[in-house]
């Protein structure tokens, strides 16, 4: 591999959006192995010598290269090829799916004890005011450890302190938006207790269901490497 | 079903599966990790021998190999070494290589199963 391949590799990297300290990582180690060929042949006794392949023939391509540079940061979860946006984005995307998913559970627990229509919910039941802590911080919690199993520790933490700093922040009352939320549902649908236990029932088996889909991928992702 | 999988992922694990198991003798950098893949496998396996390194730097990002940096006849290079999450990541893939080629064994060497012969 000449200089000049090198520096088309290195123009090749930067046109795939790769960062300039990877790629200067990388150029660094190609010559540096580069030049431990150049010494293994210099130091070849002349027969030897005429039978092993070149430099360039030994180090391969660069589309090769940047080939496996590709399959390989291809191959990574989200989350490590991408750790800023990870730690910036998801924490935000996951503070809305718990809040939400405090919400619609809170709702549809409280709706049944305010029209005593619980059913076999009954014994798991709880204060409505216990209600208003409880669920987000539950709900956080089980959000947490969805992130957690999909590779991102960092968002366990993150999540649940994030969850209850935007309630606090934002003063956002989950008993307020339950009430008012099954009152909205009551009247605008004219949805019986059954019929909304079965729409939240629904939404948050797809919002385990994605998650668990998120896990998989990320687990494939790893191990196919 | 998983078997399936991990039959799959044991092929396109090959080269992760060498590389870890090198570096768990000792600490080596991009070149002697190539050496030795040639010279352990009798030249049997060879391959471009710069696609090493993005592979070291995957197996970094999953912080399976933690590096050093060094300066050698004042060329900047760098060292890789197998942590433990690396080491746990080995027994595995050792685990999972040796129940596939047993299983391969079998088959080469005409082994009939139970079911068969019944």
């Given at each position: 591999m000449?200089?000049?391949?090198?520096?088309?590799l290195?123009i090749?990297?930067?046109?795939?959006?790769?960062?300039?300290?990877?790629?200067?990582?990388?150029?660094q180690?190609?010559?540096?192995?580069?030049?431990?060929?150049?010494?293994?042949?210099?130091?070849?006794?002349?027969?030897?010598?005429?039978?092993?392949?070149s430099?360039?023939?030994?180090?391969?391509?660069?589309?090769?290269?940047?080939?496996?540079?590709?399959?390989?940061?291809?191959?990574?979860?989200?989350?490590?090829?991408?750790?800023?946006?990870?730690?910036?984005?998801?924490?935000?995307?996951?503070?809305?799916?718990?809040?939400?998913?405090?919400?619609?559970?809170?709702?549809w627990?409280?709706?049944?004890?305010?029209?005593?229509?619980?059913?076999?919910?009954?014994?798991?039941?709880?204060?409505?005011?216990?209600?208003?802590?409880?669920?987000?911080?539950?709900?956080?919690?089980?959000?947490?450890?969805?992130?957690?199993?999909?590779?991102?520790?960092?968002?366990f933490?993150?999540?649940t302190?994030?969850?209850?700093?935007?309630?606090?922040?934002?003063?956002?009352?989950?008993?307020?938006?339950v009430?008012?939320?099954?009152?909205?549902?009551?009247?605008?649908w004219?949805?019986?207790?059954?019929?909304?236990?079965?729409?939240?029932s629904?939404?948050?088996?797809?919002?385990?269901?994605?998650?668990?889909?998120?896990?998989?991928?990320?687990?494939?992702?790893?191990?196919?490497? | 079903?998983?078997?399936?999988?991990?039959?799959?992922?044991?092929?396109?694990?090959?080269?992760?599966?060498?590389?870890?198991?090198?570096?768990?003798?000792?600490?080596?950098?991009?070149?002697?990790i190539?050496?030795?893949?040639?010279?352990?496998?009798?030249?049997?396996?060879?391959?471009?021998?710069?696609?090493?390194?993005?592979?070291?730097?995957?197996?970094?990002?999953?912080?399976?190999?933690a590096?050093r940096?060094?300066?050698?006849?004042?060329?900047?290079?760098?060292?890789?070494?197998?942590?433990?999450?690396?080491?746990?990541?080995?027994?595995?893939?050792?685990?999972?290589?040796?129940?596939?080629?047993?299983?391969?064994?079998?088959?080469?060497?005409?082994?009939?199963?139970?079911?068969?012969?019944?």
């Open positions: 000449t200089p000049k391949q090198l520096e088309q290195a090749s990297l930067t046109h795939e959006g790769y960062s300039r300290g990877y790629i200067r990582r990388l150029v180690e190609i010559q540096d192995h580069r030049s431990c060929i150049c010494q293994e042949i210099t130091n070849q006794p002349i027969e030897e010598s005429r039978n092993t392949l430099t360039i023939e030994r180090m391969g391509t660069n589309d090769e290269i940047l080939a496996a540079v590709k399959v390989h940061n291809e191959l990574m979860p989200f989350s490590k090829r991408y750790p800023l946006v990870t730690f910036a984005a998801l924490p935000a995307f996951l503070l809305l799916l718990t809040t939400a998913i405090a919400v619609c559970l809170s709702n627990i409280v709706y049944s004890i305010s029209t005593g229509s619980g059913g076999f919910f009954r014994p798991l039941l709880v204060p409505v005011e216990t209600a208003h802590f409880v669920f987000p911080i539950l709900v956080a919690g089980v959000a947490g450890l969805v992130a957690t199993r999909c590779r991102v520790p960092i968002l933490p993150m999540t302190a994030l969850v209850t700093a935007g309630a606090a922040l934002f003063q956002v009352d989950f008993g307020y938006c009430v008012s939320g099954s009152i909205i549902c009551r009247q605008h004219e949805l019986n207790p059954l019929q909304l236990a079965g729409i939240w629904a939404l948050f088996a797809g919002l385990v269901a994605s998650g668990l889909l998120v896990r998989r991928s990320n687990r494939q992702l790893i191990l196919a490497d | 079903m998983a078997q399936k999988k991990q039959g799959k992922e044991y092929i396109q694990g090959v080269p992760e599966l060498l590389v870890l198991r090198l570096l768990k003798d000792r600490e080596m950098y991009g070149y002697e190539v050496q030795a893949i040639r010279l352990r496998s009798q030249e049997t396996i060879q391959f471009g021998e710069g696609v090493i390194y993005p592979l070291l730097h995957s197996l970094q990002k999953q912080r399976l190999v590096i940096r060094a300066k050698v006849q004042g060329r900047p290079r760098v060292y890789y070494r197998l942590t433990r999450s690396g080491q746990k990541k080995l027994a595995s893939k050792v685990s999972d290589w040796t129940r596939i080629t047993n299983a391969i064994h079998a088959i080469l060497d005409g082994q009939t199963s139970d079911s068969e012969t019944a």
